[in-house]
Every structure is written in C-alpha cells, then in structure tokens.
C-alpha cells in the first residue's frame, strides 16, 4: 500500500498568468536543489516564445528546465501526453537526489499527473469526429456546444464552447461508449499520487489585470507580432499550438478580421478573462495553500514559503534565503 511516507515528493507552483510563477520557481529551486518541469500548455512548443511567455535561458540561471520548447508546433499534445512525460520527469529528477518543481497555470495538465486521473478508454473515431468537425464549420460552435448540452449536460458547464476540440471529444465519448464524459473526467473525487505541496500565487484583480496588460504591451514590444507572422507565412494555422491567446487575435488580424488595435485589445482582454477561469478552477479543483503577492512584499512571502516547506521536511539552505 502507497502510503505519504513514501511517496515521491513533489512541489508545485501555480497561479493566474503573469502573477511571478517564474521568479519564485527559481528562487525555490535554488534553495531546494530542485528541478523545473514545465506545466503551461503552450510552453511546450517550439517557435511559440514571445507568446508563450517562454522563459529565457538567461532567466532559469542555471536550473534544469524540463517539458518546455521541445515540440513541432504542428503537433498535437493531449493531457495524456503531458501526463506520461511529465511522470517520467518527475522520476527521473527524484532519482538524481532533487527535487522537482512542477510550474505552470494549466490546472488539467497539472491536475492529470498528480492524481488518478484517467482518460475514457474508448479510442476516438475519426469518422465521427470529422463529422463532428464539419459540423461546428457549418453551425458554429454555439450549435456543436448544444449537441453537448443534450447528453452531458455537466460536461457541458465545464467546457467552452469555444474549446472545440474538447467539445468533440465529450460527444465522441458519449457516441461510442453511452458514457457521460463528464463521470470519467469531472465527478471521481482523485486520489494524489504523490507527496505534493501546492503552492499557489494570487493577487489583487486590479493589480493582476495591470500587469496582465502591460506583459501584453511588453510582448508586442519583443517582437509578438514578427513571431506570430512568421508561424502564419510557415503554414502553421488551424494547429493546436496557435490557438493559444495572442496567436489566434494576430491571426485574425492578418487575415483582415481584426484590425491591429483590436487584435491586442482582444488579447489583453482574452488573458485577463484566462486569468480568472484559472482561478477559479484551481480554487475549485486542488488543495492549495495560497499567497498574495504584490510588487512589494515578495521577499516577504517567500520566507513565508519557505516555512511552509520546511515545515513540511524540506531543507531551505541559508545562502539563498
């Protein structure tokens, strides 16, 4: 029988976009002897930087980054894959004697690993989806989301409409097996897996919405926009990796929907929005022990963290406290 004792222990960081993930990441890592693995969607992609808000190499300052710039943007990445990768990570840094740091604001991602999370048996059926797909082209989302409505209707509340491909793969589950997706996905109370620490970052909304805008301002100023082009002029379109926020506006700017005031208005407005689902999802879906942060009191909260782990067994060393 597993019990806590002997379980693997892991730490993880969550919290909305730009709330200072990264830099309390590295900080704890280099107290702890820890190791990073990437738990933001996006971030796996290769070419997605500006983006992404990949952090540089300059920024990791000598700790191991793991599950980040690894993966053709043309390629699909499921939960299953994160999961399977990041399991493997997570031995891999516990064997080498550290520990691993599990970093991102991609709740499911995070969530698949750490619990018993399962995934419907049922393989997908390619006929079924590609009408599923031609459908949603023909009706719009909206209707696709109705279909959902009406035989999972549970499945339904968690997933937007707009998350076509999520939508599909409900009603698909729902078609093939006559099981309600949302039994397998939402409604099992998960069992943890390992010896986890969930730490999480807030922050005043309006704070959070200010920095939020300005990360967006900063990105254009990096070049996002040459970077988004790029992918476009490269074929990569109607792919996973750029329908996250701040491709998919650019791309509708250069396809003439948007013009380019409106196309970084939208992506401001989409991550502040991005923001507050992730919120309430990891509020909703993980025990976590939360911190509010502020320009200002971040050495504060990180003491504050650090008690937290050391009472918790973990070795803080004094030179970078």
């Keep these: 029988m597993i019990t806590m004792v002997n379980m693997q222990k892991v730490i993880v960081i969550v919290g909305p976009t730009a709330v200072g993930k990264t830099k309390l990441s590295i900080e704890l890592a280099k107290a702890i002897n820890g190791e990073i693995i990437n738990g933001d969607a996006t971030q796996v992609y290769k070419e997605l930087d500006i ?21 053709d943007p043309k390629a699909s990445f499921t939960v299953a894959d994160f999961q399977t990768l990041a399991r493997e990570k997570i031995d891999e840094i516990t064997k080498r004697g550290k520990t691993p740091i599990i970093v991102g604001g991609t709740g499911l991602y995070i969530q698949s690993v750490l ?128 329908q996250a926020i701040g491709y998919k506006e650019l791309y509708d700017y250069f396809d003439g929907i948007l013009t380019e005031d409106e196309a970084i208005n939208l992506i401001k407005q989409s991550s502040r929005r991005y923001a507050k ?26 003491q504050e963290i650090f008690a937290l782990l050391e009472g918790k067994g973990y070795f803080i060393s004094n030179k970078y406290r």
């Design 115 to 242: 619990t018993d999370y399962e995934f419907a048996e049922q393989e997908g059926d390619e006929h079924l989806r590609n009408q599923l797909e031609s459908f949603a082209m023909v009706y719009g989302n909206r209707a696709l989301h109705d279909q959902l409505k009406e035989v999972d209707p549970e499945s339904a509340k968690q997933i937007h409409m707009n998350n076509v491909r999520r939508v599909i793969r409900a009603i698909e589950v729902f078609k093939l097996t006559g099981q309600k997706f949302s039994d397998t996905a939402f409604n099992k109370e998960p069992e943890y897996l390992y010896d986890a620490i969930m730490i999480g970052l807030t922050m005043d909304r309006e704070l959070l919405y200010s920095r939020i805008n300005l990360r967006v301002d900063m990105m254009m100023d990096a070049g996002l926009m040459n970077e988004a082009k790029m992918l476009y002029e490269k074929g990569i379109q109607n792919c996973q990796s750029v």
């Design 51 to 71: 983006g992404a808000a990949k952090i540089s190499e300059a920024e990791m300052e000598g700790i191991p980054h793991h599950l980040i710039d690894f993966l």
């Design 277 to 302: 689902r992730q919120m309430t999802w990891f509020r909703n879906k993980m025990n976590i022990h939360w911190f509010d942060m502020d320009e200002h009191n971040f050495n504060i909260k990180k």
